[in-house]
C-alpha cells in the first residue's frame, strides 16, 4: 500500500523530524544535558559565593599598656571600625607578628604615640588610617573641608552582576559550536551521512534542523541561567525580556554558523574538537567572560571587539545592567550578524556531504 | 518513464583513486523487476560502483542511467524512486526503531505507512526499542525498512548479510524474496555464493573492476562443463594428473597441495572408477566429498583464486 499525495501532516514533514530526532539525540545524552544546563550553574553558584560582597572589614589592632593605654584604647573603641584589645609589651611584638592584630598602638610618654605595623600589608595601613584619624580628631584636629560619606552599595556594580552575562555568552557559544558541530561530523563519521544524501531529503532542512532544535533549547538554557542569577544573587534584568531573547537568539545563531564552519569539513570528532577547541579559546580569553575585556592592550581592542563573544558578552551586560534598548546596541547586533551570515555561507559552499 | 527502459544501465563505467583503478570500463544492464547480484572478492569495485549508481560518488568516465534518469539530469528523481543499504552505516543509536522508520518516511514524496513497512521486516516487536539495542540482524532489517519505506522501484542492497548469523541471513533472504515478489529491481552485492544462486535471477562476477563473467548462476556454472566437483586426499602414493583425467566422467583436474579436485559430469561412473585405480595402487583415501558445482568453482575455474582469498 501506497499513501496517497494528500496534504501532509505536520509531523510528517522533514523539518520536523529531523528537528525531533536533533531533541531525543539531546534529552537521551544525560551529559549533554549537565553540561548545557546544570554546569554553567554549578559555575555561577560557585564563582557567586567565591566573589560575593562582603561588609566593610573591622581592623583587629592592640593598645600595648603603656602610659595613659586607658584614655587611648577608651577613644579608640568608640570607633565601629576597631577592635581594640589592650596587650602587654611581653606578648605585643609576637601578636603583631602572627598576624593576630594588625596594627600595635604604643601610648609612650606625655603627647606621643609610636604605631607598629608592617606597612606592606594593605589592612595594617588601612588600620593605622583610621586610629590616626580617631586619635588627632579627639585631641582637637579640626578637618578644614567639610565632608559627607554617601555610601552606593548598588545592585548591577558587584561581580556576580559582571559574570552571568558573561557565563551566559560563554554558555551560548559553547553549546551552540559543540550542539551543532559534534552531532553533523558523528554523523558524518558514521557515514549516516552519506545515508540520508541518498534519499530526497532537502539538505537546508537538514541543516535548518540544527538551528531550529537549538534555539528552543537555547530559550530553556537562557530561563535557567539568568533566572538563576536573579533570584539567587539579585542580579538586575534592566533591559527588556524580548531584546535579551533576542539577542540571544542571534549569538546562538552565530556561533551555530561557526560550530557548523568547523564540522563543514572534518571526518572524525578528533579534528572536529581540536578547530572547535583553537576557535574558542581565544575568546574566552579575550572577550571578557570573568574579567573585561578593557584590561587588553588599545591596540588589540579591534580585534577583541569583532570576536563575536566579546559583541554578545557587551551586549548582554548593556542590557541586563544597564537596561539598554535593541536599538541602541548596532555593534554587537551587526557584528554577530556579520559572523552568523559569513559562516553559514561558507559552510554550506565548502560543506562535505558524501 | 516506461517500464520497457531497464532498471538500471552502466556503460564504460571508469573510477580512479590515484594509480588504483577501482571500475575499470564496466558494463552492466539489469531488467525491471529483476535480482541481480554482483559478486567479487574483496576490493573487486563492488561498492564503487553501487555508489556511483546511488550518486554518492562521481564516476571518471562511462555513462549509468537509472530508472531511465541521469543523476546529472534529475538527482532528486533518482533519490526517490531508489531504496539502498550502504556497506557500514551506522543508524542513530538513540533513536527508537519506529522514530528511525519513521524520519526516513518524512524524506520521501511516495511513501508507505511506517506501521507497514515495520510489520514487513518483523521488527513490531522492537518498534520501541532503541537502535543501539538491536542485534546484527535486526540493524539490517531496519536498514531495510529505511530502503523500503520511501516504496522504491529499485533496491541497491550492498552487503546486506555480511557477518550474520544462517538464521539471520535467512530472514533477510525472505524479506528480499518478497521485494522481488512485488515486482521491484534489487541490485545487490555479496561475497557468498549461496546467497547469489539462492536469491539472483543474474549474477555478474567482477574482479579488479571489470566483469569476467555474467549470466543466469546455472548458465555460469554451465561454463564449467560439469556439474559435480569431487575432492579428496590421500594416504599413500599420489596420483598422476593424466591417470585421473583418463578415468570415466572427468573433465578437468586440478592438483594443489596434495589436494585433488576433479570437474565431473557422470559421478556413478566416476567414483567406483577411482576407487578401483586406487585399490590396484596400495593407496587409501583420506578425505573424500563431493558436491554440486557453485559460483565458487566458476570463480576459481576463471581467476585461479578462491573468492575469499581476496
Ligand atoms: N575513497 C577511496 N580512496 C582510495 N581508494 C579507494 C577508495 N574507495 C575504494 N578504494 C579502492 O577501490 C577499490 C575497490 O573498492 P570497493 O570498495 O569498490 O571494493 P568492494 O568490491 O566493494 O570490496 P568489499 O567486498 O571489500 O566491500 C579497492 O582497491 C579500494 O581500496
Ligand atoms: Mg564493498
Not at chain 1, 525531533?20 to 546544570?38: D, N, Q, V
Not at chain 2, 570437474?263 to 558436491?291: C, F, K, N, W, Y
Amino acid at each position: 500500500m501506497v499513501e496517497k499525495g494528500a496534504p501532509r501532516p505536520w509531523r510528517d514533514r522533514a523539518i520536523v523530524q529531523l528537528t525531533l530526532a536533533r531533541y531525543r539525540e539531546f534529552y537521551r545524552e544525560p551529559e549533554a544535558m549537565f553540561w548545557t544546563f546544570i554546569f554553567p550553574l554549578l559555575m555561577a553558584a560557585g564563582l557567586g559565593l567565591a566573589f560575593r560582597s562582603k561588609p566593610p572589614e573591622v581592623a583587629k589592632i592592640g593598645v600595648v599598656r603603656t602610659g595613659s593605654y586607658a584614655a587611648v584604647a577608651a577613644g579608640l573603641r568608640a570607633e565601629t571600625l576597631l577592635d581594640v584589645r589592650e596587650v602587654d609589651d611581653s606578648v605585643a611584638s609576637r601578636l603583631l607578628r602572627t598576624g593576630k592584630v594588625a596594627l600595635l598602638v604604643v601610648p609612650s610618654g606625655e603627647a606621643r604615640i609610636e604605631y607598629r605595623f608592617d606597612d606592606t600589608r594593605p589592612e595594617a595601613v588601612a588600620a593605622r588610617r583610621v586610629v590616626d584619624d580617631v586619635l588627632q580628631r579627639s585631641a582637637g584636629r579640626r578637618d578644614p573641608v567639610p565632608v559627607i560619606n554617601a555610601f552606593v552599595r548598588e545592585r548591577g556594580s558587584r561581580y556576580i552582576d559582571f559574570l552571568i552575562p558573561g557565563l551566559l555568552g560563554m554558555n551560548l557559544m559553547a553549546s551552540s559550536m559543540w550542539g551543532i558541530g559534534f552531532s553533523v561530523v558523528d554523523q558524518r563519521r558514521k557515514k549516516l551521512l552519506r545515508r540520508f544524501v541518498a534519499t530526497p531529503m532537502s539538505r537546508a532542512e537538514y541543516l535548518a534542523s540544527f538551528v531550529l532544535a537549538r534555539l528552543t533549547l537555547l530559550v530553556v538554557e537562557i530561563g535557567f541561567l539568568v533566572s538563576f542569577g536573579v533570584l539567587a544573587f539579585g542580579v538586575p534584568l534592566r533591559g527588556s525580556i524580548v531584546g535579551l531573547v533576542a539577542l540571544c537568539l542571534l549569538g546562538s545563531m552565530a556561533f551555530g554558523g561557526l560550530g557548523l564552519l568547523i564540522a563543514a569539513r572534518p571526518r572524525t570528532v578528533e579534528a572536529a574538537s581540536g578547530l572547535m577547541n583553537v576557535t574558542m579559546l581565544p575568546m574566552w580569553v579575550f572577550s571578557g567572560v570573568f574579567f573585561s575585556s578593557g584590561n587588553f592592550p588599545d591596540a588589540m581592542q579591534p580585534f577583541i571587539k569583532a570576536l563575536p563573544l566579546t559583541a554578545l558578552n557587551d551586549g548582554l551586560r548593556a542590557i541586563m545592567l544597564e537596561g539598554a534598548g535593541v536599538t541602541q546596541l548596532p555593534l554587537a547586533f551587526g557584528v554577530l550578524s556579520a559572523w552568523l551570515v559569513i559562516c553559514f555561507a561558507l559552510a554550506v559552499k565548502i560543506f562535505r556531504w558524501k | 518513464m516506461s517500464t520497457t527502459t531497464p532498471a538500471l544501465s552502466i556503460r564504460g563505467l571508469v573510477k580512479r583513486y590515484g594509480n588504483i583503478v577501482a571500475v575499470d570500463g564496466l558494463d552492466l544492464e539489469v531488467a525491471r523487476g529483476e535480482c541481480f547480484g554482483l559478486l567479487g572478492p574483496n576490493g573487486a569495485g563492488k561498492t564503487t560502483t553501487i555508489e556511483i549508481c546511488e550518486g554518492l560518488n562521481n564516476p571518471d568516465d562511462g555513462e549509468v542511467v537509472v530508472l531511465g534518469m541521469r543523476h546529472r539530469d534529475n538527482p532528486l528523481g533518482i533519490r526517490a524512486a531508489i531504496g539502498i543499504s550502504l556497506q557500514e552505516t551506522q543508524l542513530t543509536e538513540k533513536l527508537t526503531v519506529e522514530e528511525t522508520v519513521r524520519l526516513f518516511h518524512s524524506f520521501y514524496p511516495r511513501r508507505r505507512p511506517v506501521d507497514e513497512v515495520i510489520a514487513a521486516v518483523q521488527l513490531d516487536e522492537k518498534r520501541t526499542a532503541r537502535v543501539g539495542q538491536l542485534s546484527g540482524g535486526q540493524k539490517q532489517r531496519l536498514a531495510l525498512a529505511c530502503a523500503l519505506v520511501g516504496d522504491p522501484d529499485l533496491f541497491f542492497l550492498d552487503e546486506p548479510t555480511t557477518g550474520l548469523d544462517p538464521q539471520s541471513r535467512r530472514q533477510l533472504w525472505d524479506l528480499i524474496g518478497r521485494f522481488k515478489a512485488e515486482g521491484r529491481t534489487v541490485v545487490i552485492t555479496t561475497h557468498y555464493m549461496d546467497e547469489a544462486e539462492h536469491l539472483c535471477d543474474r549474477v555478474a562476477i567482477v574482479d579488479h573492476g571489470k566483469i569476467i563473467a555474467q549470466g543466469t548462476p546455472r548458465q555460469l556454472i554451465s561454463l564449467l562443463g560439469t556439474e559435480h566437483v569431487v575432492e579428496f586426499r590421500l594416504d599413500g602414493l599420489a596420483l598422476g594428473e593424466t591417470e585421473l583425467a583418463a578415468l570415466p566422467g572427468v573433465t578437468g583436474v586440478q592438483v594443489k597441495d596434495g589436494r585433488y579436485q576433479l570437474d565431473v559430469t557422470m559421478i556413478h561412473q566416476t567414483i567406483p572408477a577411482l576407487l578401483a585405480l586406487l585399490h590396484g595402487r596400495d593407496s587409501a583415501l583420506s578425505e573424500l566429498t563431493t558436491h554440486t558445482a557453485t559460483l565458487e568453482d566458476v570463480f576459481v575455474h576463471l581467476t585461479g583464486r578462491h573468492l575469499r582469498d581476496g
